[in-house]
């Protein structure tokens, strides 16, 4: 058995980061539906681990008890950037957006319910193949099924996760585009195509930084940011009891959305670049960590159920974005984008939804205020309407209490 020390580890993850960049940098369909670097290194571990395992007879042992505390810091740093003002910018199209997801993130976590009923599955793995994994991505996913494995003792619950997320990237991306096509034509929708107007067309830069991030910028983000571990861990501890159970990592999101937006009125300014950047290197030293460590056998066990319930929620997404997205954003040119977005949302990712919207308008012409309502709802909205609506179901007694 090869046993690595806590360092060892981290430098293995640090190397398994650094060839996942390389190799989604280099291979068009990795870069096309934006596969997170860390599940790519990570995947590309796994599987010469499990080589070696089998086929060697030799183990790899990773020191992983960092990786809680990596996953607590990146929701902490959710919270501190997400600046509660920016809702006004997104004006009729956000609400009528947010009206739209908020209904979707319970019928997507019921189909999922329904689809472990049938297939004789735990309900929480419903969910995981639900808003979890296919809206939150793989930080939520990973956060959940680490809860479910020690709470719930379900088995294979990390393989399902990450797993799950992963092939939501790629069919929010497949499936985004269509479905916009289809609008445009069905409606006969047509976007400018006017290389002025694509001026508006990119994603606003919604720290609207002024200096490079220095380092002090750094030491400032990364005190808050454990502030957000200390006090959430305290919040999380006083109402271990409570009837409804609530995850750990909401309460440091919970408290980052408050040192965000409360302490600016008491002269405390963040930088949202340094913070940023801070809970991405937290996200991908976690799923790095996880996905090395990922048991390939599970994900074979798991195959078969979780393609049929990602090919109904691929089903289910792209509809509700054609018949209720689409009609509730005004049925014009600009509802059509988003609908595509949706897509990605509903599958994937933030970054998913927007290169949809990317590949669409460079093609038919810019759609500024998607470029607006999209990343403002991904940036925390998705995230914090996503965890309600999960503590909601979970606190259900045929739910978590099975």
């Not at 001026?199 to 830069?205: Q, R, S, T």
């Amino acid at each position: 058995m090869i046993s690595l020390s806590p360092v060892q580890s981290l430098l293995a993850c640090c190397l398994v980061l650094v060839i996942g960049r390389v190799l989604t940098n280099n291979i068009g369909i990795l870069r096309r539906y934006s596969i997170p670097d860390p599940i790519v290194g990570g995947l590309l571990f796994a599987i010469l681990a499990y080589a070696l395992a089998n086929w060697g007879g030799v183990s790899v042992s990773m020191e992983t008890s960092i990786r809680p505390t990596l996953l607590l810091l990146f929701f902490g740093c959710i919270g501190l950037t997400a600046n509660l003002k920016l809702l006004a910018k997104g004006g009729p199209r956000l609400i009528a957006f947010l009206l739209a997801l908020i209904p979707f993130l319970v019928l997507q976590n019921a189909l999922g319910l329904g689809m472990a009923w049938l297939l004789d599955m735990h309900p929480l793995m419903g969910l995981l193949g639900g808003t979890i994994t296919l809206v939150g991505g793989h930080g939520t996913g990973a956060a959940y099924a680490t809860r479910f494995a020690d709470f719930n003792n379900i088995q294979d619950v990390m393989a399902l996760a990450m797993t799950s997320a992963t092939l939501g990237l790629v069919l929010g991306g497949v499936v985004g585009g269509p479905v916009a096509e289809w609008l445009m034509r069905r409606h006969k929708l047509a976007g400018s195509l006017d290389p002025q107007a694509h001026a508006g067309n990119h994603v606003p830069d919604l720290a609207e930084p002024t200096q490079p991030a220095t380092a002090g910028s750094f030491i400032g983000s990364m005190t808050a940011a454990f502030v957000c571990l200390v006090v959430g861990g305290y919040l999380a501890m006083l109402v271990e009891g409570a009837p409804v159970s609530l995850p750990n990592f909401l309460w440091c999101l919970a408290t980052g959305v408050l040192i965000r937006n409360g302490g600016a009125r008491l002269g405390l300014k963040l930088d949202d670049r340094a913070t940023e950047i801070i809970g991405t290197i937290a996200l991908s030293l976690f799923l790095g960590m996880t996905m090395m460590t990922l048991d390939l056998s599970s994900v074979a066990r798991l195959a078969g159920p979780l393609a049929l319930m990602l090919l109904v929620q691929t089903l289910f997404c792209a509809l509700y974005a054609a018949w209720v997205v689409f009609r509730l954003l005004k049925r014009d040119y600009e509802a059509a984008i988003m609908s595509a977005a949706f897509c990605g949302f509903g599958l994937g990712a933030t970054a998913t939804a927007i290169a949809n919207m990317q590949a669409l308008t460079r093609r038919h012409g810019p759609a500024p205020e998607a470029f607006i309502v999209v990343p403002v709802t991904g940036a925390f909205l998705v995230d914090i309407l996503n965890v309600i609506v999960l503590t909601s179901l979970i606190s259900l007694p045929f739910v978590g209490g099975m």
